[in-house]
């Protein structure tokens, strides 16, 4: 059969029900090369779902949708599931503006059970959705699917603690590849490991039990009474045995890529009465030979060349965590008490160098914010001076243990937050839009952002070796900018750089709006609108109140430009300020709307919010000309 002939059977959610099962390893194929087609032009994360293609397959065989219910921890793995549930067509519009998700979106299709995209949420999802259904009176299915990566997440043990009270059916699917963005650590990925190598574990259980139902008349109840006996096969048998002891029934390991196994599993799975754990090992990045061999370097990639696997853009400049990457090393290598944390992203954060030439000083935790959080306050106190790098929408998740293990203690704890404001393609679930707010709120904490790689490379070696207190340095995902290195005025606690002093308008710029503030600035003057000053803010916490004081004298009109959500950010402290102190200074405050911004370019995103160099110019105008009518 031809490969158009089986994928173009697939319109709508259901349809793969009447694929023959002789067409499954076809369909199968053209999956694959359908999503190394699609990614390839609009980039993605490819190697964890080229990896998950059976298992879909297999749970798509197995569910019926909309009606059961089926959560992807995370998300990545979940562009099959939008294929078999018809969206195949709009694949070209893959993680652009207005386009498909690369995450799951209740939004986007009814077959989309929960929004994701941030790790260990699936089963507490799920256990919610479980418990509804019986509140209800229902009777559908409810799936999580998560990771082996993931399960090293403390929420899931709370979920997994949770669930084990029921007494009807929740199926847990552990999509076991071995490898999330980076090599798996702690206890959790030990466990798993001796498990992949019980693979006699499921033939047994379901050949007992296949054994027992045979019993004339008696068979099936036997098997049920032996389920809810200390004595039952689960028992004696060791693998799972973790999760049997919490509560759980354990199924596997099966093979990820064999269908008939997975189909059987998972059946027996729909049947038990209570939480039950399925335990699927799967490859990441199959069928595709790049992906295969480099499954890091194909879990979240941009376009590229599908015979080779290679890049079609080339980097060609250093980036933001490149930058972070040389500074932290070289701090290192002067202070004997740095160390370096990182929760399951030593890539990504730039800390793989660090780990080879620091390993006794390295420590990756896992999928765990808040206990590297708190883990970071216990090596402070412990006389070292921990640099924690994370993404900024990941740091999210140790609000808590930030506020009350790190600054109420006021320790000197470092905060290296990457991918801080808008970050593309990845959408709501990954910009990095509320750090500045939520960071500032807290006391003693100090918060910078550079205006350049060469600004982040000082503001690391000022807070390791001038700050004695918490400290956050927040810059953007790609590469660095190169502009006003020229400018380099030592940095000083709460002070921020006035770049090109004036009257009239001061434009402040945080951190990756400094660039398109210097284009402002250079139009306003350019059209003769004012002599405007251009300040490089550096400090968001504490305030430069006394710029601000200085400003005042001579200016009618301050903007602040920041990458970071309006409430509470570092605009609405200026305005507060200003209005206290100094209210005949109008602020016009420019930053992120109140609402979650989708997946795009970073250009179109900001395009969107106002915050591109013609928006912020025509929003000064603006102001200015009311201003100046109001003084009429």
Known sequence: MSKKKVLSQIVKENDIHNIAPADYRQLAKEIRAKLVRSVSRTGGHLASNLGAVELTMALHLCLHFPEDKLIWDVGHQSYVHKILTGRGDAFSTLRQMGGLSGFPKVKENPSDTFDT??????????????????????????????????????????????????????????????????????????????????????????????????????????????????????????PGMLFENMGLTYLGPVDGHNMRQMMKLFNEAKRVEGPVVVHVLTEKGRGYGPASSH???????????????????????PTYTDCFSSAICSVAEKNRK???????MPDGTGLNRFRKKFPERFFDVGIAEEHAVTFAAGLALGGMIPVFAVYSSFLQRGIDQILHDVCMQNLHVIFAIDRAGFVGADGETHHGCFDLSYLSMIPNMTVMAPKNGKELEEMLKFAVEELDGPCAIRYPKGTACTEMEEHDEPLKRGRSEVITPGSEIAVLGVGSMVSVCQKVCREIRDHGI???????????????????????????????????????????????????????????????????????????????????????????????????????
Not at 295 to 317: I, N, Q, W
Not at 338 to 344: E, K, Q, S
Not at 603 to 618: E, F, I, P
């Open 117 to 238: 995209g941030h790790s260990s949420n699936s089963i507490s999802a799920g256990l919610g959705y479980v418990r509804a259904r019986d509140l209800r009176g229902e009777k559908h299915h409810v799936v999580s699917v998560i990771g082996d990566g993931a399960l090293t997440g403390g929420m899931a043990y709370e979920a997994l603690n949770n669930a084990a009270e029921l007494k009807t059916n929740f199926i847990i699917i552990i999509n076991d590849n071995n490898m999330s963005i980076s090599k798996n650590v702690g206890g959790m990925s030990t466990y798993l490991s001796a498990l992949r190598t019980a693979e006699t574990y499921t033939g047994m259980k379901i050949g007992v039990t296949k054994t027992l139902k045979k019993i004339p008349h008696v068979g099936t109840a036997v098997v049920d009474t032996v389920r809810k006996t200390k004595s039952s096969i689960k028992q004696l048998i060791i």
């Open 295 to 317: 499954p890091e370097r194909f879990h979240g990639t941009g376009p590229f060349e599908v015979k080779s696997g290679r890049p079609l853009a080339e980097k060609t400049a």
């Open 338 to 344: 740095v160390v370096a944390i990182t929760a399951a």
């Open 530 to 632: 004012a002599r405007s000053t251009f300040v490089n803010v550096r400090f968001v916490k504490p305030l430069d109140i006394s710029l601000l004081d200085r400003l005042s004298q001579n200016h009618s009109l301050l903007v602040t430009v920041e990458e970071n959500v309006k409430s509470g950010g570092f605009g609405e402290h200026v305005s507060a300020y200003m209005e206290a102190c100094h209210p005949e200074v109008r602020v016009l405050p420019l930053a992120i709307p109140d609402h979650f911004i989708e997946h795009g370019t970073v250009d179109s995103q900001r395009m969107k919010t106002g915050l591109n160099v013609q928006a912020v110019l025509d929003a000064v105008e603006q102001s200015w000309e009311d201003i100046g009518n109001n003084r009429k």
